[in-house]
């Protein structure tokens, strides 16, 4: 059974920083994409950032380039996202998701984690 | 950057009856194109990926179909378990750009 677990999330003063992990089991890690999603409360799904199966490959939503870091380990099959200069605009849930086949990044998200709260507030 | 707009942006139905959601890309995106659903307070769900084809697992009422700008997600017979907002997603570059959404309610 494929389990998304995140954790890290909490709140964090405007400017801070933050780590997100996932958790990842049930599947071959190393051979897919994954990703983060967000979600603001009441807004809809907002894409983060998308790492390739080997971790070579990164692409990011306009809105987090150059303050968020994707980055995986297939040896822990852990998927993290380092936050950095935070600000309220980031306030969300925060679920990670994997890709839908083995390969290619450009898949559909399959199975999608619980979800972590990230509140940027003073 | 492909922008996806979706309408309408909420609807009302009743149970039995059939509803159809459009997605609309700014550029071409080929198939790359995916529909979720998310039930309050739950997890969003893949439903449709390749803009036609069904997840498994997931009722035969619902379909998918288009190609390029334009795609419809329609449901053929609405269930008071298909309360839920919809969202399409585009995948074929590299940017996986979310629609607004459609909430779906019964009546």
């Known amino acids: 059974e494929v389990q998304l677990v995140e954790s890290g999330g909490g709140l964090v003063q405007p400017g801070g920083s933050l780590r997100l992990s996932c958790a990842a089991s049930?599947?071959?890690?190393?051979?897919?994409?994954m990703s983060w999603v967000r979600q603001a409360p009441g807004k809809g799904l907002e894409w983060v950032s998308t790492?390739?199966?080997?971790?070579?490959?990164?692409y990011y939503a306009d809105s987090v380039k150059g303050r968020f870091t994707i980055s995986r380990d297939n040896s822990k099959n852990t998927l993290d996202l380092q936050m950095n200069s935070l600000g309220a605009e980031d306030t969300a849930v925060y679920y990670c998701?994997?890709?839908?086949?083995?390969?290619?990044?450009?898949?559909?998200?399959?199975?999608w984690g619980q979800g972590t709260m990230v509140t940027v507030s003073s | 950057d492909i922008q996806m707009t979706q309408s309408p942006s909420s609807l009302s139905a009743s149970v039995g009856d059939r509803v159809t959601i459009t997605c609309r890309a700014s550029?071409?995106?080929?198939?790359?194109l995916a529909w979720y659903q998310q039930k309050p307070g739950k997890v969003p769900k893949l439903l449709i990926y390749?803009?036609?084809t069904l997840q498994s697992g997931v009722p035969s009422r619902f379909s998918g179909s288009g190609s390029g700008t334009d795609f419809t997600l329609t449901i053929s017979s609405l269930q008071p378990e298909d309360v839920a907002t919809y969202y399409c997603?585009?995948?074929?570059?590299?940017?996986?750009?979310f629609g607004p959404g459609t909430i779906v309610d019964v009546k």
């Open positions: 049930g599947f071959t890690f190393s051979s897919y994409a």
């Open positions: 997603q585009k995948y074929n570059t590299a940017t996986f750009t």
């Open positions: 550029q071409g995106i080929s198939n790359y």
């Open positions: 390749a803009a036609s």
């Open positions: 790492i390739s199966s080997g971790g070579s490959g990164t």
């Open positions: 998701a994997k890709s839908l086949m083995a390969g290619s990044p450009w898949r559909a998200f399959d199975f």
